[in-house]
């Protein structure tokens, strides 16, 4: 069970509430220890000679954060400029003493680089974006600008990470969701006070079109409480197509309707399937794992026995994780969801996506089909 199963199945019982009162003041005062260690000098951040931006999140669970490095990614490739993915490979299975570099070698395991990470590599292989897997992020991103002169790394997931220097933050908040109950983990979803927003340069709103504007405004009003000057950009998945893995076809999204199954392991389950019944998909069963889980040859002999013949549906996130021999198990009719960012705002706020990402960017080119909306997934 994973923390946040855990965390709703104890707050239905007076003695778990509390339990996870007790560890979220723990967990607080932790974090602020470790924060002033790094403020006041008794611990030193690094910094390297590339530009660096952090891609993360204040909350735990799903928010994106994904598809917003992948847009980041491909929208400085696609302007000539070097840029690289750290990344701490969050839960990957065979550990590593050195860093784990994905660039165009197909030998190296999902296991060994983490899920997103990998699937991140093979979503930019055409970009020729190197991600680079590595628990000290400073030492990867020595590795990255060693190995490949990069001006620039995307810091993934790492706002709550202080050993290496960054030169921007850009946070990531859930619309539907954004602070949860302002509760630290695990009594909450905050991984620390809101007050960290002040560290924030640019804060993207994500499944923006899943709420309505009032909530929207009034999500924008409290994070200018904590930040009065930060920029704040309006977000949303697109879904583009369906991909057929038994056959390598694409499949228009209006050509799946009806009574279908779906199964993912993401930190927000239920955008994804209000996404899919969006599409007019009609969910007759249901699989959620824990973010992150791999698949066994029995979780597909599962889905296989007892999707009555409908369509089954995942995320390229989940496919990259089936054991190798799942055309064994799964013959036909099985999709995965092809979904970009979107930043709302038209030219303008992509302005202010990139110019965060890269200040000079701007001035480097303006070109037809610059801001490349990359075919990513949940």
Sequence with gaps: MDLLALREKLQNYSVGRAGLFVASKLYGAAGALHRTAYANGWKTSQSVNSRVVCIGNLTAGGTGKTTAVLLAATTLASAGIRVAIVS???????????????????????????????????????????????????LGATEALRRFKSQLILLDDGFQHHRLQRDANIVLIDAQNPFGNKQLLP????????EALKRANLVLLTHCDQVPSRTLETIKDEIHLYNEKVTILESEHKPEYYMNICTNQRVELSALKG?????????????????????????????????????????????EATRNGMPLITTFKDFVKFPDNWRDILTNNVYVLSVNLSIRGGEAALNKFADTLYPQFSKIKEQEGFFTTPHTTY
Excluded at 107 to 119: H, L, Q, S, T
Excluded at 187 to 194: A, D, N, Q, T, V
Excluded at 267 to 288: A, C, H, I, M, Y
């Design 259 to 303: 009574p279908a199954a779906c199964f993912c392991a993401l930190g927000n389950p239920e955008s994804f399937e209000n996404t899919l019944t969006g599409l007019g998909v009609d969910l007759k069963q249901k699989w959620r794992f824990p973010d992150h889980q791999h698949y066994t040859q029995e979780n597909l002999q599962t889905f």
């Design 187 to 194: 009594y909450g979803i905050l991984r620390e006070p809101l």
């Design 88 to 138: 701490r490979g969050y839960k990957r299975q065979q550990k590593t003493q050195g860093p784990v570099i994905l660039f165009d070698n197909p030998d190296v395991d999902w296991r060994a680089a983490g899920d997103e990470p990998f699937m991140m590599s093979r979503i930019l292989s055409n970009y020729k974006v190197p991600v680079v897997i590595c628990p000290n992020r400073a």
